[in-house]
Antibody, heavy 123, light 107 residues
Framework: QVQLVESGGGVVQPGRSLRLSCAASGFTFSDYGMYWVRQAPGKGLEYVSLIWYDGSNKYYPDSVKGRFTISRDNSKNTLYLQMNNLRTEDTAVYFC????????????????WGQGTLVTVSS | DIQMTQSPSSLSASVGDRVTITCRASQTINSYLNWYQQKPGKAPKVLIYAASSLQSGVPSRFSGSGSGADFTLTISGLQPEDFATYHCQQTYITPWTFGQGTKVEIK
């Protein structure tokens, strides 16, 4: 069955960097768009990045634009999130999720989710 | 950004109850509205997409309705495994935004 397993979380000081990974299995990873979504403690969900199936298109909301970079290695069935210049407000559980399509568009939804990895930004 | 407002923020209900959760968008979003269920410490799971389409494998007691800016998730006959937090999400205009969540607790 579909499995998404995140890793790379931990405690980091403000201004530092961290790279998250999401290992995919049970489906043809290279055929689907992928996302990172985060959830601050006790808060709602926030979508932080999107990448098309082939990496040709990416999207970031203003809250992380210029600091976060999403990428994927289809040969390794792995999704990444490079997070630079981290802020205390980036503290959250980070989930990866898959789209049902190669090129996510209006009307889509987040089909499969990983269990998440906790990132704590604190001095 | 489109703001999604869910009501109530929490509710208490008994097994067998009919439960209704509403989600209002700050502007029209056509029918591009999804509902997710999340249990403590777990990942969200999609229940309903495109306002009223039931995701494969989801029990038929879950249903969604609405269009434009007002939407509803209904659970007909609450089961013990349904106690969770429910999130709505619009995918009409990026950034695709979520509501703040509705926690369904046991009465």
């Amino acid at each position: 069955q579909v499995q998404l397993v995140e890793s790379g979380g931990g405690v980091v000081q403000p201004g530092r960097s961290l790279r998250l990974s999401c290992a995919a299995s049970g489906f043809t990873f290279s055929d689907y768009g992928m996302y990172w979504v985060r959830q601050a403690p006790g808060k709602g969900l926030e979508y932080v990045s999107l990448i098309w199936y082939d990496g040709s298109n990416k999207y970031y909301p203003d809250s992380v634009k210029g600091r976060f970079t999403i990428s994927r290695d289809n040969s390794k069935n792995t999704l990444y999130l490079q997070m630079n210049n981290l802020r205390t407000e980036d503290t959250a559980v980070y989930f990866c999720a898959s789209d049902p399509l190669r090129r996510p568009a209006a009307g889509t939804y987040f089909q499969h989710w990983g269990q998440g990895t906790l990132v704590t930004v604190s001095s | 950004d489109i703001q999604m407002t869910q009501s109530p923020s929490s509710l208490s209900a008994s097994v067998g109850d009919r439960v209704t959760i509403t989600c209002r968008a700050s502007q029209t979003i056509n029918s591009y509205l999804n509902w997710y269920q999340q249990k403590p410490g777990k990942a969200p799971k999609v229940l309903i997409y495109a306002a009223s389409s039931l995701q494969s494998g989801v029990p038929s007691r879950f249903s969604g309705s609405g269009s434009g800016a007002d939407f509803t998730l209904t659970i007909s006959g609450l089961q013990p495994e349904d106690f969770a937090t429910y999130h709505c999400q619009q995918t009409y205009i990026t950034p695709w935004t979520f509501g703040q969540g509705t926690k369904v607790e046991i009465k």
